[in-house]
């Protein structure tokens, strides 16, 4: 199936004005920084993460700590045998401090159907309670499925279902900017793109 690019949504400077404006409204909203944790949804999630706290940490006071979440074992829309669903999870979490008490703030490149947010909600709580949840995202697309609703956003996308949000990211794909896509043949990527 070939994928065209149909529009640029960000260039690298508006993704760097989203992620600037986004690690403010985190500062504002928190009062500071103190018990405040990122964690970054993988892949992409992490590397936004991490350019949040750097983003931070140079007009506030002290250093915000990035975690990083894998999914993968919670999602709900993984096929799945009866037996793998009483097996217990694989930890997918590598956060440097306890998260018990502390407001954490959950970090993913899109925001679509829902499914990873509330897995990753479900991994972090493995992990353990907050005392609060709160989520980040670059872009917002829509097509809830769940009743999940992000507290930063870089930027609202109204998308059909047959597009894609790519995210491309410096770290990853060696450039900052984010696209709609549309698949040649007019078939749908799978949920979650």
């Known amino acids: 199936m070939a994928v065209a690019e149909?529009?640029?949504?960000?260039?690298?400077?508006?993704?760097?004005?989203?992620?600037?404006?986004?690690?403010?409204?985190?500062?504002?909203?928190?009062?500071?920084?103190?018990?405040?944790?990122?964690?970054g949804i993988r892949t992409r999630g992490v590397h936004l993460a991490q350019r949040l706290s750097a983003m931070i940490a140079s007009f506030e006071e002290?250093?915000?700590?990035?975690?990083?979440?894998?999914?993968?074992?919670?999602?709900?829309?993984?096929?799945?045998?009866?037996?793998a669903r009483r097996e217990p999870?694989?930890?997918?979490?590598?956060?440097?401090?306890?998260?018990?008490?502390?407001?954490?703030?959950?970090?993913?490149?899109?925001?679509y159907t829902g499914r990873t947010v509330r897995a990753?909600?479900?991994?972090?709580?493995?992990?353990?309670?907050?005392?609060?949840i709160q989520l980040a995202v670059l872009i917002d697309r829509g097509h809830r499925e769940l009743p999940i609703r992000p507290d930063y956003v870089g930027k609202n996308v109204p998308t059909s279902r047959e597009e894609t949000v790519a995210v491309r990211l410096q770290e990853v794909d060696g450039v900052d900017r984010v696209v709609i896509e549309e698949a040649g043949d007019g078939s749908a990527r799978p949920p979650g793109c």
Not at 21 to 39: F, P, Q, S, W, Y
Not at 89 to 111: E, M, T
Request: net charge negative.
């Open 6 to 39: 149909k529009a640029v949504i960000l260039d690298a400077q508006a993704v760097r004005r989203a992620l600037v404006r986004i690690a403010h409204e985190i500062v504002e909203r928190n009062k500071g920084t103190e018990d405040v944790v990122l964690v």
């Open 120 to 132: 990753a909600m479900d991994a972090l709580i493995d992990v353990g309670r907050p005392r609060s």
């Open 89 to 111: 999870r694989i930890q997918s979490a590598d956060i440097p401090v306890s998260v018990i008490n502390r407001r954490v703030v959950l970090v993913d490149d899109v925001l």
């Open 62 to 83: 002290g250093t915000v700590p990035v975690g990083s979440l894998d999914v993968t074992h919670y999602r709900d829309d993984r096929e799945r045998s009866g037996e």
